[in-house]
């Protein structure tokens, strides 16, 4: 696989800008749990136009990190620096680093912001120094930081097996505007992992009646996800957002990931627009425009 570039905005001889997009679960089906305590799945994961911003300044005199979102740690913590001391260890490079995220994406919301920040930083730090590492060696550092950092190296829509490292490109999706409402609260993913009744998902039939692998995104049949029924049962919130999103004229409704972030896919921008305006009078509910980034 060639070097994929971050979504570069500027560079200089100490410095890069680049954007971090978030991502949606099209589809999302666990389908076992493993010795190690992870879960295998099948997902179809997609890229959006809704991005975080970072700033590095590369060879400082003290390594430090600034972020602008409430409660997301600023230190050894956070992903984006274990991203970039993981690479910096990898490379045998010893410098200090300074991050500034500025952060669009909810945190805690399943649409994947710490992993893509931790994926646009494997990523810079990789462009920077010359491509010392191949795509698939960074995908693979990033597995250790997260089960999702690999597709945000991978850039493209995937279906995403095994824990969610196993990636092969999707094509033939069909472009939307994403309708997204984030919500007050956020959930563990863990404990909606836990929560999970195996025997019950929902999703299992529709993958072995109609594969997207083999017959392409139908937005109709394969929009499902297996987490929802766990995170919808204990944040009503959930539901009642799909509800509005398809009383405003979405073509379909899921909630991404392990939630809780809601989302509404329309063909046509002027609808995707007049949903925004009308669902934002729910002062509990934050909205979103986007697209898919197909």
């Not at 560079?11 to 295998?40: I, S, W």
């Not at 896919?265 to 007049?274: G, I, N, R, S, W």
């Amino acid at each position: 696989m060639k070097n994929i570039k971050p979504y570069l905005l500027k560079q200089d001889t100490r410095f890069m800008e680049l954007l971090c997009p978030a991502k949606l679960n099209l589809f999302l089906h666990v389908t076992e749990k493993r010795l190690d305590g992870y879960h295998n799945l099948i997902s179809l994961m997609c890229l959006i136009s809704l991005y975080d911003k970072i700033s590095i300044t590369f060879d400082t005199c003290e390594t430090k990190m600034v972020c602008n979102y409430p409660g997301v740690p600023e230190d050894h913590t956070n992903l984006a620096w274990k991203a970039a001391e993981l690479f910096l260890r990898k490379a045998d490079i010893r410098e200090n680093f300074e991050i500034v995220i500025e952060k669009k994406i909810p945190a805690g919301a399943g649409l994947g912001g710490g992993s893509s920040n931790a994926g646009s930083v494997l990523m810079a730090f990789n462009s920077y120094y010359g491509n010392i590492f191949s795509s698939s060696k960074l995908m693979d550092m990033g597995l250790s930081l997260g089960a999702d950092v690999p597709f945000f190296i991978f850039q493209k829509p995937a279906i995403a097996t095994g824990i969610g490292e196993k990636l092969e490109a999707c094509k033939g999706i069909e472009h939307f505007y994403v309708v997204l409402i984030a919500f007050d609260f956020i959930v563990s993913t863990a404990n909606v992992y836990k929560n999970l009744k195996l025997g019950l998902t929902k999703c299992k039939n529709i993958i072995k009646s109609s594969s997207f692998k083999e017959q392409g995104f139908n937005l109709e049949q394969h929009l499902c996800n297996d987490l929802e029924m766990v995170t919808a049962s204990d944040y009503p919130d959930i539901n009642a957002a799909k509800k509005a999103l398809l009383d405003h004229d979405a073509r379909g409704v899921l909630m991404s990931g392990s939630g809780p972030s809601v989302f509404g896919l329309f063909p046509d921008l002027y609808q995707a627009e007049k949903a925004v305006k009308s669902l934002s009078k729910n002062e509990r509910w934050t909205l979103y425009l986007a697209d898919l980034i197909i």
